[in-house]
């Protein structure tokens, strides 16, 4: 599974782009929850749970019933303690409502280039799905915060450090099939932040444990400033 074709010519000069950064939140945090749910309201409890644990950078995705609605609310209770992004972003208007809701950042599955002129022309961090060096470069000069490589578990880490070879300046994050266990390798890679989904959830969603969640999400922090901090060293 790749992202979708691109028109390159349309693409402005990488140079030419007045690019959103990651937030200070994701810098310092390299960390993305991924949530999906049946409905919007059981995300509540499960980002608590997740920001307690000190988890910074939560996306909650389209395929969750209620996500726009919904996400106000969350910015209200949550909001100054994480980031909110909104996810599974295929078209400009979806775009919009994500924005119009109060979205921290857009993360999507594919290229389409009408949805980051969109977020870049509204000055919202986007990370634009995509799988080839193609589409992931074009993302990239259409002006996207970082690209997010998916599926990201069917290449490894691997992929990133070849990819920085022609394209040095290149920000990237892996999405899709990452494990606890790959972190370290992504980071030391050079992603900007990892996004981890099931992994990390686990049943929370499903009315699984808590405090299980809990124990995770910690591990997954602690994994993830230790490898951010050996990177440092």
Do not use: C
Request: without cysteine; proline residues 6%.
């Amino acid at each position: 599974m790749t992202g979708a074709s691109v028109n390159l010519t349309s693409t402005a000069p990488a140079a030419a782009i007045e690019r959103r950064t990651p937030s200070d939140l994701l810098r310092q945090n390299p960390l993305i929850a991924v949530l999906r749910a049946a409905r919007a309201t059981d995300y509540d409890r499960v980002v608590e749970v997740l920001a307690d644990a000190g988890v910074r950078s939560i996306e909650l995705t389209l395929s969750t019933l209620g996500t726009f609605e919904h996400l106000p609310a969350l910015q209200a209770s949550l909001g100054e303690r994480v980031e909110i992004g909104i996810g599974t972003i295929v078209s400009a208007d979806q775009a919009r409502r994500a924005i119009d809701a109060g979205a921290d950042y857009l993360v999507t599955p594919v290229v389409d280039l009408e949805v980051i002129n969109l977020a870049v022309g509204a000055g919202t961090p986007i990370y634009a799905g995509g799988l080839t060096p193609t589409e992931l470069y074009s993302a990239w000069a259409a002006g996207v915060t970082a690209v997010k490589i998916f599926p990201a578990q069917t290449v490894g880490s691997a992929y990133a450090t070849h990819l920085r070879g022609p394209f040095p300046d290149l920000q990237f994050l892996p999405s899709g099939g990452v494990g606890l266990a790959d972190v370290p390798a992504w980071l030391r890679a050079g992603a900007v932040a990892v996004s981890l989904g099931g992994p990390l959830l686990g049943d929370a969603l499903d009315g699984g444990s808590l405090v299980a969640l809990a124990d995770r999400a910690r591990r997954a922090v602690d994994v993830v400033r230790e490898a951010r901090d050996g990177g440092r060293s």
